[in-house]
């Protein structure tokens, strides 16, 4: 089977699938950190190669409800980015998965079919994930990880005492945020690698 990572320069879910013994390859218009089959480019240059699975993961800039209050002032290029969701959703591949953060995609394109959660996949950490999926199942979650509660709510140990990522701020910041879970990723692998269309 023949996989195409898209809007991925960490390499950690190729990487996953090459290790499971699939040809996996991913694109990123940045250079892949982690030496592998990586195309350097626009993934709509490759859409038509004959993969047939696409797990995606396009920028969430102008997309993702954080950013809600910046929406009227990026117009032009939110339009931009749901045109490309569109695109990548609507690929001639037969299977495709499609992650960003709870955002402007589930109003203007459609709901996610799933939202899934770091904790389900043994990691101590919150990060509501939505997936858009064409022809893959839902992801079965494979090990939950208790928080803990503080001031009456549950907490991961990647979130501040009122919920919000605690991440310290710096250059960067966004690349380590949006790098897959490895149990998402093994969940990818495990679940998705040798699963038959519908």
């Known amino acids: 089977m023949r996989v195409l990572i898209s ?17 996996a ?29 696409m797990i995606a993961f396009p920028p969430c800039t102008h997309l993702c409800g954080s950013g809600a209050r910046w929406w009227p002032y990026k117009v032009k290029e939110q339009e931009e ?29 459609r709901e996610p079919d799933q939202i899934i959660q770091p ?39 990647n979130q501040s005492k009122s919920g919000q990522n605690n991440e310290p701020g710096s250059w960067g910041q966004g690349k380590r945020r949006s790098r897959t879970y490895s149990g998402i990723a093994d969940a990818f692998v495990s679940q998705w690698g040798e699963h038959e269309s519908f």
Request: glycine share 8%.
């Open 7 to 23: 809007c991925e320069h960490s390499g950690v879910v190729r990487d996953k699938f090459i290790e499971a013994g699939y040809h």
């Open 25 to 53: 390859t991913s694109c990123d218009i940045l250079p892949t950190e982690s030496p592998g089959p990586h195309y350097l480019g626009d993934v709509r240059d490759i859409l038509d190669e004959g993969w047939d699975m």
């Open 81 to 109: 980015a749901l045109d490309f969701i569109s695109l990548l959703l609507d690929a001639p591949i037969p299977k495709v998965a499609l992650e960003n953060p709870v955002g402007v995609i589930s109003s203007r394109v």
């Open 119 to 157: 904790y389900q996949f043994g990691h101590n950490a919150s990060k509501r994930t939505c997936l858009w999926l064409k022809n893959l199942p839902l992801l079965i979650p494979t090990k939950l990880v208790a928080g803990k509660f503080v001031n009456g709510n549950m907490r991961w140990a």
